[in-house]
């Protein structure tokens, strides 16, 4: 995708992730009883919210505008290729 090096180190990481699950894992420990998949989802974003309270700023967040950028160009190329065989038809 091109970003830069302090952005590809912060991400490069699943650290962030894995932290937010252990959060969820141990928030949704208090339920003896899943009752649906609803409920699932009720504790699973009340794990989150949890877990957003100690989230702390990424290092390159001024940078996130660039990998948006380069997302959406990523993710328009592979439109135009069908785009190119429909036209092709």
Same mark, same amino acid.
């Given at each position: 995708l091109?970003?830069?090096?302090?952005?590809?180190?912060?991400?490069?990481?699943?650290?962030?992730v894995?932290?937010?699950? =252990?959060?969820?894992?141990?928030?949704?420990?208090?339920? %003896?009883?899943?009752?649906?998949? /609803?409920? @699932? &989802?009720?504790?699973?974003?009340?794990?989150?919210?949890e877990? =957003?309270k100690?989230?702390?700023?990424?290092?390159?967040? %001024?940078?996130?505008?660039?990998? /948006?950028? @380069? &997302?959406?160009?990523?993710?328009?190329?592979?439109?135009?290729?069908?785009?190119?065989v429909?036209?092709?038809?």
């Amino acid at each position: 995708l091109g970003l830069p090096p302090e952005l590809r180190r912060s991400l490069a990481s699943t650290n962030i992730v894995e932290s937010m699950n =252990a959060v969820i894992r141990q928030v949704c420990r208090n339920v %003896k009883r899943w009752r649906d998949a /609803k409920m @699932a &989802l009720r504790w699973t974003a009340a794990g989150m919210l949890e877990a =957003a309270k100690g989230f702390r700023r990424l290092k390159a967040h %001024k940078q996130l505008p660039v990998l /948006k950028a @380069a &997302l959406e160009k990523h993710r328009s190329k592979p439109e135009d290729a069908v785009d190119q065989v429909a036209d092709a038809a």
